[in-house]
């Protein structure tokens, strides 16, 4: 295991040295992080834990790395992510898992804006999101596969902000709730999960669970509501005419 103190240090230092250590040590633990950005982009084959705030796009392009942070992250973490894990015990800002296309990325409290925006999946790479507190507005803008799980634990706040899945024609949404968010695009369908919806996320409740200490059984056996791209009323019928 490496330890780096990344106190005062540049970001560009700071991602060089990460980068360095992970390839002969596979296990990295950064502490006193505040601010630097993109640390982890790229990397594959190791474990980094990071002791404080990272800056913006943590694990940008992230391709096998398990990445875990014990406070808060800012914007863009997990940008154009691949492959690999990233866990986080406080919360996220803004354009989570921005043009994500595989991995999973787990935040223990509640995301900014944009979260999941322009998502994707291909095969058997299917990208997933989950949140143990709420979303703000725009969640799953422009999604285009992959899935998204918002628990909506510990927040007085509404699960998700304004204009759910706007522009979405991929992957699907999973709310904890009875009720679907009000104004969703006419392009979006809502229905109460059944079993095969609930069979699709157990897996990843399951591991969810393990990680932040959580009742998988109370977490599964909740109400859920599905967010999906409505194929009666897609997208191209506002831009083709009938």
């Known amino acids: 295991m490496r330890k780096i103190n990344a106190e005062g240090m540049h970001f560009r230092t700071l991602n060089e040295v990460v980068k360095s250590a992970a390839q002969s040590d596979k296990s990295v633990v950064i502490d006193n992080c505040m601010g630097q950005r993109y640390i982890a982009a790229g990397l594959s084959g190791a474990d980094v834990m990071i002791n404080g705030t990272p800056g913006n796009a943590l694990g940008a392009y992230l391709n096998g790395a398990d990445i875990t942070v014990s406070g808060n992250v800012q914007d863009a973490v997990g940008d154009t992510m691949n492959d690999g894990r ?19 990325i787990y935040i223990k409290g509640n995301a900014g804006y944009r979260t999941g925006i322009h998502m994707k ?39 998700v902000g304004n204009f759910t899945g706007t522009g979405m024609h991929g992957g699907r949404i999973f709310l904890r709730s009875k009720t679907a968010p009000k104004n969703l695009p006419e392009q ?17 409740l399951k591991e969810y669970a393990d990680v932040f200490s959580l009742d998988f059984d109370a977490l599964a056996s909740d109400d859920y509501c599905v967010l999906k791209p409505n194929a009666k009323n897609p997208y191209k019928r506002m831009y083709t005419p009938n």
Do not use: Q, W
């Open 188 to 204: 979006v369908s809502a229905h109460s999960a059944n079993r095969e919806d609930m069979a699709e996320i157990s897996d990843i």
């Open 86 to 104: 990233i866990t986080v015990y406080g919360s996220a800002g803004d354009a989570l898992g921005y043009a994500m296309r595989g991995g999973r």
């Open 121 to 159: 999946e291909y095969k058997d790479k299917v990208p997933v999101i989950v949140l143990g507190g709420s979303a703000g507005s725009f969640l799953g803008e422009y999604m285009a596969g992959g899935v998204i799980i918002v628990l909506g634990l510990d927040t007085d706040v509404p699960i």
